[in-house]
C-alpha cells in the first residue's frame, strides 16, 4: 500500500485545530499525535470556541481513561458544572455484585443534568455507553421540584420522596436517605454532594439549607430551588414495584425458575432489600429502557482511541454473553441481552451519525477513508523523572529546564495535587531565584501568561506544544506518581459512647458500678414528666434515672470482657474502684520516673530539615493526612531537641506510620546516625525492606536485613557491614538484639509492635532506650481519651484519619458464586496483582484449596492458617510477599501485619459470620496501591438465609463504606489498642470498672501525682417539679436523646447551653415548651457546679438549697442572706430554706437561678 499523500495527512497546531472543530467545519476527523493531558486541553479549547449548541460526548475504552480525560478536562476548562461524568457500574454483565453507590449517584446526577439541559460536554465509557439505562420520560416524571414559599402538605412530600426511592432513617448520613423531625426534613439527594435540610412552617416551605452529615449541623449554603431526581436507577415502589413484580414472575416463568426461588427474590424486594446483583434485572422493572443518546439532543462524537473503543466493546458484548449463560447455568433470572445491552455493532452505527473527532494514538489507514487527519507535534514529560532520580533526588535538572524555557520565551505551567505539595515546590525552588507566579485558584480556562506559573488542580500527566512553546508539568512528572482521591467529608466520630448504646448493653453508673441499660423511658407522676434512663442491677434492683443527671452514666466498654452485675449498696463496686486506682498510681509513678529521667538526660540534637529533606517529603507517593503531618512535625520537633526521642506512634495498619518512621530514619542517616529498624517477624522484616528500598531508591541510602531466612553467610555479611558504618539502615527481627551485631553510630531505634515482643527482648529494648533515640509503633489504633489521658506520662501521636486512598476499595456483598469468584481472582491476576482468600475454618481450609486450583488452574495457591508451625506459616506468607504464589487462601491470620501493595482483592467466604471489627481489618488488607481494590463479602444463597441473617445482610450493606456501620468496629479495635498500650494488669482493672471510668481514675491519678490541685465535682440533684424534658416527638430516635441529653449535662458554662439550644433549632426545629424548660435547667445546673451546690428542690412553699462541705459559696454570704429572717433560713445539715408561698413552678427556676447568680456577685 503507498503511502497516503497531502492534503489528508495535515499538520497543524493544537491551538490552530481547535476554531475550525469547533465552528462544525468537518463531519468527521482525526488527530494524532497527542501526548500527555493535551487530548483535554484540546477539548477544552473546544468548548470555550464552539459556537453550536452540541453537546460534547467523549467516549474513553475504559474507566481508568476516563476519569483521568473528566479531571484534566475541568481542570483545563475551568467550570466543572460544564462537565459531566456518566460511568459504567464497574461490575460484570450478570454478576451477582450491585454497583457502588458512589457510581450510581454520579450517574443520577449526570441523568438529571442532561434532563435539564445542563452540561456541555459528557466525558463516559463504551461500557457505560452499550448498557441501556432508566428511561428519561420515567426520570422526568418522578422529579420532584421543590422551592422556597411552596405550599407542600407533608404526607404528599413523603409519599414523593418513597417514589422516588429514598429510604426513610432517623439520621441522615447516605445518599438516598431522609428523616423526619418535627417541622425539618433532611434528605440526601445524590446529585448533591451534601445533603439539605427542609425548613416547614406548616405546610410552607420556609427554608432549604446545607448540613454537614458528619455533625448533623447546618451550614452557610442556602437554596431557593431543589430539584429531586431519583435515589437509585432501579424504583421499587408504586406503579414501578408493580410493574417489576408483574415482569419478574412472567420471567421467572419464562425460565421455569423455581416458585420459592422466585417468591424469595420478591419478598426482599418488598422488604426494601435489593440483593447483591439485583440491579441486572432493571429491564423487569420498566416496560422499556433508553440508552443515553435519549438523554441527549444534538452532539459531537469525540472518541479517545477509537480502535481501543472498539475493542472493548466487542469484548464487553462477549462478557455480556458469558454472563448470561452463567446465570443460564445457575438458574438465575436473567434478562435477554437485547433488552439491557446494545452490541459493537449498534454502536459502531451510532459512531457514524453526527459530527465526530478522533484522537488516535495510532492511525490506521483504510482506502475508503475519505476523512482528514492532523498530526501535531507534542511532547510529553517522561524525561523529567529520570533526571531528577540521576541526581539523588535533586530539582536541579528541572530548575535547568525551567531555566532553558523561560529564556526561550516559553509559557510553564506547574500543576500540584494539593497545595501543601505547590508550597513545597515554590520553597524547593526558590534557592534558584527563578521568576516563579503562584496563583492557587488559577482559572485554568483562562490563557495564561508567559513565564512559570504554579498552581492547584487534579492532574495525571502534562505535555509540551513545541509550536506554541507551551509546557505544563503535574507535580507527579516530577516527584513519581501519587495515590490521588477525591477527599470525602470524615465520618462521625465518637460524640458520645452512647450513641450506639442498645437495650440490654452494659453500662458503669459512677456510684453503684456495672447494670444493665434497659432504656430511656419516659414517667409521669403526678403533673410532672420526664425522661429516666431506666438500669438494672444485681438482685433485679432497678435505678431509674433523671436524664439530668446522666453525666453518671457511662456505656461499659471493654476488650471482650462479660463481667457480672453489681449489687447496689454491697461496696462491692467501691473496692474495685479502690483496687483499679492502686494499680493505676503504680503505672503512673513509674512512666512519671522514666518521663523525669528523659527530661534530664542529653540526647543527640538533630540538625532541622533542611532542602534535601523536604525534597525527600515531596517525593511521598500519597496525599499526608492531617494527622499524619502532626506525627512527622512532633516526631522532627523530638529529634531537633536535646532531649532523647521515646514517642509512640499509633494507628491502624495502613494509615501511615510507616512513612512517620521513613522520614525520622532519612533524618538520622542525613546527620550520619544509624537507625534500626526492629520488628517482630521475618514477614514484616522483609515487607519493611522492600517498603524502604523503594523509598530510598533515588537516594544514596544503603538499606539491609537481618532474619534467620538469611543465609549464614549474608547475615556475617551483613553485621560486618553494619559495624563498620556501610549500612545505614538495618531491618531485623530479635536477631538484632543479640550480642554479636554492633553499630558504629547508631542514632535511632524504630520499633514495630513492641507488644509481640518477649520478656527478655523488652529488657534489652529498656537498657537501649537509654542510650538511642527510640520511635515505637504500634498497628492497633487507641481511643483519644486515652491519649489525653497519658498526656503527661508519653509522647503519643495518634493517626486515627484513613489516607484519602483507603476509599478506593470497591466493596462488594454476594452470595457464593463459583464463576465470580473466578472472575475475580482472573481480573486479579491478569493485571500482575494477588489475591487473598479468607477462609476461617481450619478444617476444611485444605479442601477450599483444592476446590480454588481446579476453579483458576492458572493461580499459584499458598495456604496459612494460625495451626500451622511458625517457621511454615512463615515461608508461606515469604512466598506470597515475594510473589511466589498468588492467592492465598487463609485464615483471619491476615488481620494483623501484612501490608501487599500488589495484593488488591479480597474474597471473604461466609462474611455474614464475622465481626464487624473483623471485616473492618481484613479488608483493609487491600486497598495499598494505586491500584483499584476490591473487596468481596460472600454470603449463602437466599434460601440458606433467615430472617436474622436477612438483617445482617442489611447491615453488610451498609458497611460498604467506611462509614456509619463500622462506628462500633472501630471503637472495639480501639479497646484492644488501649490493652495492648496499657499491657495485661491494666487490662484487668479496665475489665473490671469499664473504660471510660478508667480513663477519668487515670487522668486524676496523674493530676494528683504531677501536684496538680483537683477540685471535687458535684453531680447536682434538681427537684422543683418542672417537666423539662426532650419530647419524643421533637427528637424520636433514643439514642440520639441520649446524645443531647449529655451534651447539655456536661455543659461547663451558659455558651455551651445556648450552643447546644441553636443545634436543636437546627436539627429538629423550634423547641417545645418542655425543651426550652430543660434548657433553663440545665442552665440551672452549670450555676449549682460552678458554686458546689447539691440540691435544688422546691416543696410548694420553699426552695431549699443543700450545700456539701466544699461548696464555694461562702459563710458570710449565707449570714448576710439571714439579716431577712422572715425569708431566709438555715438549718443544721447545710441547708438554705427560702420562703416563696405559692408561685408557679417556672416562677420558681427563674427565682433559683437569680438567687445562685447573685452567690457568684458577691
Known sequence: MSEPTEPRFQHSSLAGL????????????????????????????????????????IVASDQADAQRFYRALSFFHGRQADILFFPHWETEPYAPLSPHPEIEATRLATLAALANDRGKAVVTTVKALQQKILPREVLDSLRLELEVGDEIPRDVLLHGLASLGYQRVTLVEDRGSFAVRGDLVDLFPPVLEQPVRLAFFGDELEEIRSFDPASQRSGDQHLVRLELAPAREMILAGRHLDTFTRRCKERCDDLEIPRAQREAILEEVREGLLGPGRENLLPLNYESLDTLFDYLGRYCWLLLDPAAIMTAADEFFEAIKSGQKRAQNNSEPYVAAQTFYLTAQELDVRFSQGPRIDLASLQVYQLEDEHPVFRVPVLGNTDLRPDHAAHDGSLAPLVEKLREWQNDGWRVLIVCHQRGQAERLLDLLAPSDLPIGWEPDLLAGRVFAEGITITTGLLDSGFRLVDEKLVV??????FGPRTHRKVRPRQRVFESSLADLKAADLVVHADYGIGRYLGLVHLKTGAVEGDFIHLEYAGEDRLYLPVERIEKVQRYLSDGSSPRLDKMGSGAWEKAKLRARATIEEMARDLLQVQARRQLAEGFSYSPPDRLFREFEAAFPHEETPDQLEAIEAVLADMVSERPVDRLICGDVGYGKTEVAIRAAFKAVLDSRQVAILVPTTVLARQHLETFRQRFADYPVTVDMLSRFRTAAEQKRTIECTAAGQVDIVIGTHRLLQRDVHFKNLGLIVIDEEQRFGVIHKERL???????????????????TLHQSMAGLRELSIIDTPP???????????RFDDDLIRDAILRELRRGGQVYFVHNRVQSIGAMADFLRQLVPQAKVGVGHGQMPEKELERVMLDF??????????????????????????????????????????????????????????????????????????????QAELGAGFRIARHDLELRGAGDLLGARQAGQVAAIGFEMYTELLEETIQELQGQSREESVDPEIRLGLSAFLPEAYVADPNQRLVLYRKLASAVDDVEIYQAGDELRDRYGELPEAAELLLEVMKLRVLMKQLHVELAEFDGHNLVFAFPGNTKVAPEQILALLEDGKKYSFSPDYRLSIRLGRIAREEVLTIAKKELQAFCRL
Open 18 to 57: 481547535q476554531h475550525p472543530f469547533a465552528s462544525g467545519v468537518f463531519g468527521r476527523s482525526e488527530i494524532l499525535g497527542l501526548n500527555g493531558s493535551s487530548d483535554a486541553w484540546f477539548a477544552a479549547g473546544l468548548l470555550a470556541r464552539k459556537e453550536s449548541a452540541e453537546t460534547l460526548l
Open 473 to 478: 508539568i503535574c507535580d507527579d512528572e516530577i
Open 766 to 784: 529498656k537498657k537501649m532506650r537509654a542510650e538511642v533515640d527510640v520511635l515505637t509503633l504500634t498497628a492497633t489504633p487507641i481511643p483519644r
Open 804 to 814: 484519602v486512598d483507603r476509599q478506593a476499595i470497591r466493596t462488594y456483598v454476594t
Open 881 to 958: 510477599i515475594e510473589g511466589r504464589t498468588n492467592l492465598l487462601v487463609c485464615t483471619t491470620i491476615i488481620e494483623n501485619g501484612i501490608d501487599i501493595s500488589s495484593a488488591n482483592t479480597m474474597i471473604i467466604n461466609r462474611a455474614d459470620c464475622f465481626g464487624l471489627s473483623q471485616l473492618y481489618q481484613l479488608r483493609g488488607r487491600v486497598g495499598r496501591s494505586h491500584q483499584r481494590a476490591y473487596a468481596y463479602l460472600m454470603i449463602p444463597g437466599e434460601g440458606l438465609l433467615t430472617r436474622d441473617a436477612r438483617e445482617r445482610l442489611k447491615v453488610l450493606q451498609e
